[in-house]
Structure formats: structure tokens, C-alpha cells
């Protein structure tokens, strides 16, 4: 597959319908994804980010049919990820004195995954390569999400080629934003944000600012993964400064694990008190061992309370929940409320030890954990329910 986007850019990437697990199984891809490459043809020509590794062959073969590779001059590589830059070495096998545009973090990066001395030219921010009509503009990206990230903006077109920032794991052979299923789109990317985007916040925020300071008309926002989005392109734009500052929505979200379900009556109770204070809530629960980890971690993300829940095991918390929490210290969701809960049958570390978890992931703990022994009773179930008014009442 391949389509013009305009007289001269052209997509040359592959769409990874098979995708699932991603950085490892790090990261769920229940729509798979694409590795977006970028074929520009002006005087010179330029050809921005490559794909995966296991697609190299099929990207190379394909890419013979789209141009005479010895006709490329010169190669942009955004990100030095491998799924961006896992067919360079097929390659640059073929061209092996391309030059290859890219910060100085990426070439040290690519040096280290690939071994091989290309033909580098460092760029930074501000630095521009003229290719005929028009010409590319360098933004460096440092930490969106890696320290070598870049942008590269082409003048006369007006196309933001972003990586992986404003991206989806989403595959779609329709490839813009007008075209999809609204909802797909929008989940895929609050959920890549969540998950990827949220430690590096306050870098996007001012990164967005930056860019909008240099008053370059944007007509697509050209990203690595997902779909382009050509209708409004400022709309992603406006989403990803929004969920850059501590975004909430009205809701909050239970998680939870349970040997014998003492745990699971406790959340259900407190969820029903939640929503006895304000019916307008939205009020999720997920059991972390049945939930998937990055969906769960989107709905986190979007939550203005989370309360978190355990059995006691081994004088510990089960480890569903210990992974939840161990990713929400790593990730650092702001602005958010919190609370402990689960239920016990001797010693009940439990609730203390999610607790201390909470704060360790910089969430605000608003009311002392609640813990019920054994399976809890018609008045332990209240006192779950007097728990989540109160929360509802202190958010
Ligand atoms: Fe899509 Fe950071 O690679």
C-alpha cells in the first residue's frame, strides 16, 4: 500500500494489522498499528523514517516501485526507535552514503543499535534543509518521548512530520483523521498519551508552545503511527495541551484485586456510596487481573478520584495491583485524588502498604484506607458505602 498526499509527498509506510503487544508487552495494540514513512519528492528527494524491522524487506521492495532508491538524497530519521529506523540497515545496504538528518542523541542512538558509522548530519532546532521548491525546518523534540525525538516541518505544504507524537496505535487503511470512526480515533489517542506521553507533560506543553511561537500554517500533522490528521490539525493540538495539565474528567475509577471476592463487595459498596453523592459521576471498575494494564492506566489517566483495592497476601498486596501502581509511579498522573481499600483475614497490611503506594505516585490520598475482615457483612458493606460518600464528598 501506498497513497499521495499531496503532488509531492507520498505514504510509503506499512500498516501492522497483526500488531498487538507492543514495546515488548508493555503496551496493548488492540487495533494494531502503522510505522508511517514519508517519501518527498521535490529536487531533491527525502524520505522521513523507515519502518519496523520485520517489514524491512517488504518497505525496501515496495519502495523500488515508488522511486529509484539511488534517486533519495537525503534520508530524515525523526526517531531512532526501532520501529521507525528498523529498515535503515536493508537500506542503507542499497545507498550506503545517503546522509541521514537526524540529532545528535540519534545518531549516537542509531550508533548504538545498528553499529554502523552512516553518513550523519546532526541537525538542531531551527536548522533547515533546502530540497527545491521547499524546505524542511528542523524541531528538535528532546524527551517527546526519547532524548533524540525531532520534528521536521516542510515549508509549501505545510505538513508537521511529528513521530511518534500526536500518534495512535491504530490501524486503518482510510489513514486520515476525517475518515475514521471518531471514538476508535480518540480512544487510541488518549490512551497513547496515557500511557507513553504523561511523564514527559510539562516538556509537551512548553514543546507545543514553541512551535506554535514560530506562527508556521500547519495543513497536516503527518505522525508515525495512526492516522494523519489534515481536518483541524489543531485539534490534536488543543487535546494533547489539555491532557498535558493534569487532565481530569468527571469521573473516578476503582481498581482492584480479590482472592475470594471480599475485596471486589467492598468496591461495588463503595462505588454505590460514590454515586449516592453525585449521580453524575462517572463511576468505573476494573479488576486488575482481568483488566488490561494500559486500558486500565487510560482510564486512570481521565479519572478525578482512583481508588485502589487489595486483599492482603503474604502480609502483602496481590501483584495485579502492585504492577497498576508500580506503572502509575512511573507514569506521574497529576491531579488526582485518592483512597485505599480490601479486605483481610489476619494480619492486613494491605490497605497501609497501597496506601504508601498512592503517595509514592505523588497521588493525594484525601481519606484513611478502609479495611473489612474477612467477607464483609450487611454492616461492613455500609461502612464501604459511608467511605465513597465521603470521597465523593472530598473530591
Ligand atoms: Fe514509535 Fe518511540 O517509537
Given at each position: 500500500m501506498k497513497f499521495k498526499m499531496t503532488d509531492k509527498v507520498t505514504w510509503v509506510g506499512k500498516i501492522d494489522w497483526e500488531l498487538r503487544r507492543f514495546h515488548g508487552d508493555e503496551y496493548s495494540t488492540h487495533r494494531g498499528s502503522s510505522y508511517n514513512s514519508y517519501l518527498i519528492r521535490d529536487k531533491k528527494n527525502v524520505l522521513i523514517d523507515t519502518v519496523w524491522e520485520p517489514?524491512?524487506?517488504?518497505?525496501?521492495e515496495n519502495l523500488k516501485k515508488e522511486i529509484n532508491l539511488n534517486e533519495i538524497d537525503y534520508i530524515v530519521a525523526n526517531?531512532?526507535?526501532?520501529?521507525?529506523?528498523?529498515a535503515l540497515p536493508l537500506l542503507m545496504k542499497e545507498i550506503p552514503n545517503t546522509p541521514i538528518y537526524c540529532t545528535a542523541n540519534g545518531a549516537k542512538i542509531l550508533k548504538a543499535h545498528y553499529h554502523e558509522d552512516w553518513n550523519f548530519v546532526e541537525v538542531k532546532t531551527g536548522d533547515t534543509l533546502d530540497i527545491g521548491e521547499n524546505k524542511l525546518?528542523?524541531?528538535?523534540?528532546?524527551?517527546?518521548?526519547?532524548?533524540?525525538?525531532?520534528?521536521?516541518?516542510?515549508?509549501?505544504?505545510?505538513?508537521?512530520?511529528?513521530?511518534?507524537a500526536f500518534g495512535q496505535h491504530y490501524a486503518s487503511d482510510l489513514m486520515y483523521n476525517d475518515l475514521?470512526?471518531?471514538?476508535?480515533?480518540?480512544?487510541e489517542a488518549i490512551k497513547y498519551y496515557a500511557n507513553i506521553l504523561t511523564p514527559f507533560s510539562a516538556l509537551v506543553t512548553k514543546k507545543i508552545e514553541e512551535v506554535l511561537g514560530f506562527n508556521l500554517p500547519v495543513n497536516m500533522i503527518a505522525t508515525s503511527h495512526g492516522i494523519i490528521w489534515r481536518d483541524n490539525p489543531a485539534q490534536i493540538i488543543e487535546k494533547y495541551l489539555e491532557w498535558a495539565k493534569g487532565y481530569q474528567e468527571h469521573q473516578v475509577t476503582l481498581v482492584y484485586d480479590t482472592m475470594w471476592n471480599g475485596t471486589r463487595?467492598?468496591?461495588?459498596?463503595?462505588?454505590?456510596?460514590?454515586?449516592?453523592?453525585?449521580g453524575t459521576l462517572t463511576v468505573k471498575l476494573f479488576n486488575a487481573a482481568h483488566s488490561d494494564k494500559n486500558d486500565v492506566i487510560a482510564e486512570l489517566f481521565k479519572s478525578k478520584g482512583i481508588l485502589a483495592g487489595s486483599s492482603t497476601v503474604n502480609k502483602g498486596i496481590m501483584s495485579a495491583v502492585g504492577g497498576l501502581l508500580e506503572m502509575m509511579r512511573g507514569l506521574g498522573l497529576k491531579n488526582k485524588k485518592a483512597a485505599a481499600f480490601g479486605s483481610y483475614g489476619?494480619?492486613?497490611?494491605?490497605?497501609?502498604?497501597i496506601e504508601e503506594k498512592l503517595k509514592d505516585a505523588k497521588l493525594?490520598?484525601?481519606?484513611?484506607?478502609?479495611?473489612?475482615?474477612?467477607?464483609?457483612?450487611?454492616?461492613?458493606?455500609?461502612?464501604?458505602?459511608?467511605?465513597?460518600?465521603?470521597?465523593?464528598?472530598?473530591?
Open positions: 517489514f524491512a524487506k517488504e518497505y525496501i526517531h531512532a526507535e526501532i520501529d521507525h529506523s528498523g525546518i528542523f524541531v528538535e523534540a528532546r524527551m517527546l518521548h526519547w532524548p533524540d525525538s525531532m520534528f521536521t516541518y516542510m515549508t509549501g505544504e505545510n505538513i508537521l512530520f511529528s513521530n511518534d475514521v470512526d471518531q471514538a476508535e480515533l480518540y480512544q463487595r467492598m468496591a461495588e459498596a463503595i462505588a454505590e456510596g460514590i454515586k449516592e453523592v453525585d489476619w494480619s492486613g497490611e494491605s490497605v497501609g502498604i493525594d490520598v484525601i481519606e484513611t484506607g478502609i479495611k473489612e475482615l474477612w467477607n464483609p457483612d450487611t454492616e461492613a458493606l455500609e461502612r464501604c458505602r459511608a467511605f465513597g460518600r465521603t470521597f465523593a464528598e472530598k473530591l
